[in-house]
C-alpha cells in the first residue's frame, strides 16, 4: 500500500454516487445533522454552522494530510450522508457512516458503505486504497448501522469491550465488530453469502451429559459429580465443542473427567437453561448411560482439575446436593427413561428442569 494517499476519488454505483466535500454541502448536511446523528456521535448538541464549517474543512484537509477519507454521500446531485474511512494501520481501514435527517430508509448508506468497502480493498495500483482488511465498530443497541454493516458484506466477528467514557460515547460499553477482508470471496458466491449470514445468526451454547445409573437399586440411583469449580454437584458431561456432535461430545467428556469409556445411549432431555449467574443461556442435552454395577465408581480417575469425587445418589441426595434446576433436570431425564416391556417414550424437552 503506498503511504502517500491517492487523489481522493469519486465513486458510484449507478444510484448512489461517494464524492469529496464541496462548501454547498456544509448548509445542507448541518441542516440534517439531528438527533440521531448526535446521539450515537456522543454530541451533546448541534455544532453551530461554523463550527460545522470547521469540521468540514478538517476533513477535507484530513485526505491528503493523514489519509483520512471523508465522502459525501450523494444521490441526484444532493448530500444525504457521509461515509468516512480512517486507517488504523498499514493494512486497516475502519468505517464510520451515518444518514442526515430525511435519507434513511432508501438503502443508500448500505449502497455507499458497498462502495467505499470495494474501493478501500482494492489495490493502489488500481485506484484503490490497497487496504487488505476493512473494520467497523458498532455499539450493539445502533440496529440500523449493524444492518448496514451486514448487508454491505463485512461478517460478525466478536465483541470488543471499552472502559466507560472511552468509547465515542461516554456511555459506551461494548461494540461488536465487523469486517471484510480482500481475500473473501465476492458475495455473489453461494459460500460467501453463507459465510456472512453464519457470521451473525444467533448462537447457543450446548452442554451435554450423561444419566448413569445403579442397577441394583429398584429407585435409580445416578451417578453425580462433586466440582472444582462449584459448590453444587452435577451430572457428569459438559460443553459441547464447535463442530462436534453433542452425542460424541458427552462420551468424551465422561471419559475425559471420570477415565470411563461408556457408549451413549439415547437422548432422554432437552433442558433450555436461561441466563443465570453471568452465563449466556444454554441447551443441556442429556442422553442416557445405561444401568451398571455400583462397582463402577471404583473405575473412575478423576480429572483432578474440574472433578472432586463421584458418587452415586438416591433422589435425597441429589436435592440436597444440586442446585435445584439440577434437582429438576435429573428427575426429568429419569421419567423419560421406559418401564417394563412397553416402548420407551421419546425424549422431552423442559426449561430449566421444568416440563
Known amino acids: 500500500m503506498s503511504t502517500d494517499p491517492l487523489p481522493q476519488p469519486t465513486l458510484t454505483d449507478g444510484t448512489v454516487t461517494l464524492r469529496p466535500w464541496r462548501d454547498s454541502d456544509v448548509r445542507p448536511t448541518w441542516e440534517g445533522h439531528d438527533e440521531q446523528v448526535r446521539h450515537w456521535y456522543g454530541e451533546r448538541e448541534r455544532p453551530s454552522l461554523e463550527q460545522w464549517r470547521e469540521i468540514v474543512d478538517t476533513w477535507r484537509r484530513e485526505h ?8 459525501v454521500i450523494d444521490v441526484d446531485g444532493e448530500p444525504v450522508g457521509t461515509v468516512e474511512l480512517r486507517p488504523v494501520d498499514e493494512h486497516t481501514g475502519e468505517l464510520s457512516y451515518w444518514l442526515y435527517a430525511g435519507g434513511r430508509g432508501h438503502g443508500w448508506a448500505t449502497r455507499a458503505v458497498r462502495s467505499a468497502t470495494d474501493w478501500a480493498l482494492t489495490g493502489a495500483d488500481q485506484g484503490g ?7 467497523a465498530r458498532v455499539e450493539p443497541g445502533n440496529e440500523s448501522s449493524l444492518r448496514v454493516a451486514t448487508r454491505s ?4 466477528e466478536g465483541v470488543q469491550r471499552v472502559a466507560p467514557g472511552t468509547g465515542d460515547r461516554a456511555e459506551a460499553e461494548e461494540y ?24 451473525f445468526l444467533p448462537r447457543k451454547r450446548a452442554i451435554a451429559q450423561m444419566l448413569i445409573r445403579d442397577e441394583a437399586t429398584p429407585v ?11 459448590q453444587d454437584w452435577d451430572l457428569p458431561g459438559g460443553v459441547v465443542e464447535v463442530g462436534e456432535s453433542p452425542q460424541v461430545a458427552v462420551g468424551r467428556e465422561v471419559e475425559e473427567e471420570l477415565a470411563l469409556t461408556l457408549a451413549p445411549g ?11 449467574g ?5 441447551l443441556c442435552l442429556v442422553f442416557d448411560g445405561g444401568a451398571h454395577p455400583a462397582s463402577i465408581t471404583e473405575r473412575i480417575v478423576h480429572q483432578a482439575r474440574e472433578i472432586r469425587t463421584a458418587e452415586f445418589c438416591t433422589a435425597e441426595q441429589v436435592a440436597e446436593r444440586c442446585a435445584d434446576f439440577t434437582a429438576r433436570r435429573v428427575a426429568a431425564a429419569l421419567a423419560t427413561l421406559g418401564t417394563g416391556d412397553g416402548p420407551a417414550p421419546g425424549a422431552s424437552y423442559a426449561e430449566s428442569g421444568r416440563a
Not at 64 to 71: I, L, Q, V, Y
Not at 266 to 276: F, K, M, N
Request: aromatic share 10%; glycine share 8%; with cysteine.
Open 220 to 230: 435409580p440411583r445416578v451417578l453425580l459429580c462433586q466440582l472444582t469449580y462449584k
Open 266 to 276: 439415547r437422548l432422554l432431555l432437552t433442558d433450555w437453561l436461561p441466563p443465570w
Open 64 to 71: 491528503a494530510e493523514a489519509g483520512r477519507t471523508s465522502f
Open 176 to 199: 461488536v465488530v465487523l469486517a471484510r477482508l480482500a481475500s473473501d470471496p465476492p458475495l455473489s458466491e453461494p459460500g460467501a453469502f453463507r459465510s456472512l449470514l453464519n457470521s
Open 129 to 135: 486504497r490497497g487496504f487488505t482488511r476493512v473494520q
Open 278 to 282: 453471568g452465563w449466556d443461556d444454554a
Open 153 to 156: 458484506g463485512l461478517r460478525r
